[in-house]
């Protein structure tokens, strides 16, 4: 008898232990769950394109001070990381890019740029380059020679075309500049802004587009050497007119382009991509952050900070 009775105890302590045992195998599936989930809801993965990526790790060291528990994965890419609270930020039009969710974050300006040595300058910085002309140079080729474009004579002196590809932001920019969103762009294709200033200080011959910040020295003053800023002539009269000789420095080209003297058209954005609307917490907040704190480091790195009126637009989403 004593013996049934152990055995029924001993029975029963065993499914005890058993089921205590389930309980805290399944607490511990909860608690893992729980933390992926906690771990999403506080990821963002960004992919920064090359102009990009210095600025997005400035960024991210002063959003993590603001928010200490977002974690940011960043890779230098112009394609999405993957489908998980994944942005692009970059200057470039990335695959199917009209069908992103997308808005501004900072600016700058795109500047046609020739070499300092270029025998034809005197003539070139006092007539400047007409919008047509620039059209028949980048596109139709009817100008192909600088002894043409200055003269209107034919010559030897080739013009030498440095640009970017068709969807970066330089080129598509100079596209809606001059009206030529669906032609053909001719010239060397390189692959950033600093190749084609290197290409056009290399080449007497060369004509480049790239970023104002470029074309000044370290210090953001005066014109770099080697190369030099070819002035528009925005109302085609043939001279480059006081108020579009705005290039001898940079602040001087900047407050140009915020009264209005430089072509708008040419502003070259970054921006924010998502394939479709932000909905993650800490995306949103980074966003947010981009468009508010995050705006006063951007003067450091060149970039223009957005209006008022742009920042409240790019904040309706």
């Known amino acids: 008898m004593r013996i049934i009775e152990s055995t029924i105890i001993a029975s029963i302590f065993l499914l005890i232990i058993s089921c205590n045992s389930n309980n805290n195998k399944t ?8 933390s992926v989930d906690k771990t999403q809801k506080n990821y963002v993965n960004i992919s920064a394109s090359d102009d990009s990526y210095e600025l997005v790790m400035y960024w991210a060291k002063y959003f ?4 200490p528990d977002v974690i940011l994965n960043i890779q230098k890419s112009d394609t999405f990381i993957d489908n998980n609270n994944n ?6 039009y990335p695959e199917n890019y009209d069908k992103l969710w997308h808005i501004n974050i900072a600016k700058d300006i795109i500047i046609p740029i020739i070499n300092s040595n270029n025998p034809f300058i005197q003539k070139l910085v006092f007539q400047g380059i007409k919008p047509e002309e620039l059209y028949s140079l980048l596109f139709t080729g009817n100008i192909s ?12 002196n080739p013009v030498i075309i440095y640009r970017q590809n068709d969807m970066s932001g330089a080129t598509t920019v100079l ?18 802004d600093a190749e084609i200033v290197a290409s056009v ?8 587009f790239c970023s104002f910040n470029l074309a000044y020295t370290s210090n953001g003053k005066y014109k770099t050497s080697d190369i030099y800023v070819l002035p528009f002539d925005i109302n085609s009269n043939g001279i480059a ?13 900047l407050d140009a382009y915020k009264k209005g003297k430089y072509p708008v058209e040419l502003t070259r954005f970054t921006r924010v991509f998502m394939k479709s609307k932000p909905e993650n917490e800490a995306t949103l907040n980074f966003i947010y952050w ?10 450091q790195f060149g970039l223009i900070t957005l209006s008022i009126e742009e920042i409240e637009i790019a904040k309706k989403f």
């Not at 007119?241 to 001087?252: A, G, K, N, P, Q």
Request: charged content about 35%; glycine content about 8%.
């Open 27 to 34: 607490e511990k599936i909860d608690l893992q769950k729980e």
């Open 64 to 67: 993590k001070q603001k928010y």
């Open 87 to 92: 942005i692009i930020i970059t200057t470039n």
């Open 145 to 156: 020679t600088w002894d043409a474009l200055v003269d209107s004579k034919k010559g030897k």
């Open 175 to 192: 596209r809606k500049f001059l009206h030529a969103e669906n032609d053909n762009m001719l010239g060397k294709i390189l692959n950033n």
């Open 201 to 208: 200080k290399s080449n007497i011959f060369g004509l480049g």
């Open 241 to 253: 007119d006081d108020d579009e000789l705005v290039f001898d420095r940079r602040d001087i080209l």
């Open 290 to 299: 981009l468009l508010g704190e995050g705006q006063n480091y951007l003067e």
